[in-house]
Every structure is written in C-alpha cells, then in structure tokens.
C-alpha cells in the first residue's frame, strides 16, 4: 500500500524525458483531486550530488535505516521529483521516520518561500 512515507521503486525519467533505470523513491504525498497522483523525489547512493538545505543524507547508524529497506547510506534528493500516478510505482520496499518525513517536507516548503 502506498502512502507518504513510503519508499517504493520506480523508473525515474532522466531531464531529457528518457526512461531511467529502476531506482527507490521516497513518496511525500498524494496529490489534491480525483486522479491517483503522488508527488515524490528521487533516492540516490552518489552522496556527492547533495544540495545543502534541500536534500537529505540517511545513513546506516540512523534510527530509521532497518525500516527504509534501503541497503546503503543514501540521500532523498528532494531537488529530483516527480508527479506520477500509483499504478506506474512498482511496489513499497520500507518506510521512513515520521520525523525525517516532516524535516524533508519542511525543507521543500522552505526552499519553495525562498
């Protein structure tokens, strides 16, 4: 079952509109409306591409790392997201803290006012 929170696999688009390879993403939130649209970001290991304030690293001493299924340190790159519909996410792998929810939200929020 999908929800916010939620870490599931999807063929992320690269920005020229290409289909990408099957990669984990994080789903922060179910659209307003009748469609069955998420909004969610990109989950990357290349720790190197993070944008300070935006993105957010989680590592294997982390409270919520068992839960996430993720199996190395990895950053929710909230500067990579997407609008898609539920029938193209192929399946939750995990979860991630409430809190760590609130704080990547928070700093999309932040970075939008900005």
Do not use: H
């Amino acid at each position: 079952m999908i929800r916010e929170g939620s870490i599931v696999l999807f063929r992320f688009p690269q920005t020229d509109q290409t289909q990408g390879k099957l990669r984990p993403a994080l789903v922060l939130r179910k659209l307003p409306g009748p469609y069955d649209d998420w909004l969610i970001c990109m989950i990357s290991t290349q720790l190197t591409q993070r944008v300070d304030g935006l993105d957010e690293q989680i590592n294997t001493d982390d409270e919520d790392f068992g839960e996430s299924g993720l199996k190395s340190p990895s950053l929710f790159r909230v500067s990579r997201l997407a609008v898609v519909e539920q029938f193209i996410l192929l399946g939750t792998i995990g979860t991630v803290s409430t809190n760590r929810l609130l704080r990547i939200k928070r700093s999309l929020s932040d970075w939008i006012k900005s």
